[in-house]
């Protein structure tokens, strides 16, 4: 259960945060690491769950893993499925010969604003994923994820 757990939280992690690959329009402003670099920083449920004896990973972190992870997923499925729902609110205001456009601008507000919440929450969990392990820990997850590369 634990696995399919994490399994179903790294897909979704991991996904997104792939999606997010593309630069902001017009460049990036400020210093420090544009979004689609973050994922660097960060180290998926996945690799910590097949690497956990290598890296040493301790019965407490273990679960405060596994109790992030588990608040993560309600969180995501949550939000999926209102989603969903806004998707096919979408669908319906764009058929027919004339859009309504102040009704489907307001519908990818509400679109943009859950996306935005899963963004938030996965990277809540990735940050609360790296804040569990030691810096030995990260070190060494660094070091295994560069080798698989």
Do not use: C, Y
Not at 46 to 62: A, K, T
Not at 65 to 70: E, H, P
């Amino acid at each position: 259960m634990k696995r399919s757990i994490v399994a179903l939280a790294f897909v979704l992690v991991t996904a997104n945060l792939a999606a997010q690959g593309a630069p902001p329009m017009g460049g990036r402003p400020g210093p420090g690491p544009a979004p689609e670099d973050w994922g660097r920083s960060f180290f998926p449920p996945e690799l910590v769950m097949q690497h956990q004896s290598e890296i040493g990973l301790q019965d407490s972190q273990r679960a405060s893993l596994t109790s992030a992870i588990q608040a993560a997923q309600g969180k995501f499925m949550d939000t999926q499925w209102k989603l969903s729902a806004e998707g096919e609110k979408m669908g319906r205001l764009l058929q027919g010969p004339q859009v309504d456009e102040a009704a489907v601008l307001d519908e990818v507000d509400r679109i943009l604003n859950l996306e935005r919440e899963i963004k938030k929450a996965q990277i809540s969990l990735m940050v609360r994923i790296k804040n569990t392990l030691t810096p030995a820990q990260q070190a060494k997850l660094a070091e295994i994820r560069n080798r698989n590369e």
